[in-house]
């Protein structure tokens, strides 16, 4: 599970997730509190990587964590 607190309300962000199986990238979004969550399953052994990133032409990372299965 990856879990946050402090982003912008209502709000959409970019997740990119880094894995031994490959990477790529989805959304998600932000309750009325700021904060998010996601389920995400682990099939391989190995570090994994989650970065957030804003949506829009000028993206930039917000936060990144990493964590090894």
Do not use: K, R
């Not at 959409?12 to 990477?23: E, I, M």
Request: glycine share 14%; with cysteine.
């Amino acid at each position: 599970m990856l879990s946050g607190n402090g982003f912008a309300a209502n709000s959409q962000y970019l997740l990119l997730l880094d894995s031994p199986g490959g990477s790529g990238m989805t959304t998600v979004n932000t309750d009325s509190s700021g904060s998010l969550t996601g389920v995400f399953w682990t099939y391989w052994s190995g570090t994994y990587t989650a970065e957030i990133w804003t949506e829009g032409h000028h993206s930039s990372e917000v936060t990144s964590c990493s964590t090894t299965a």
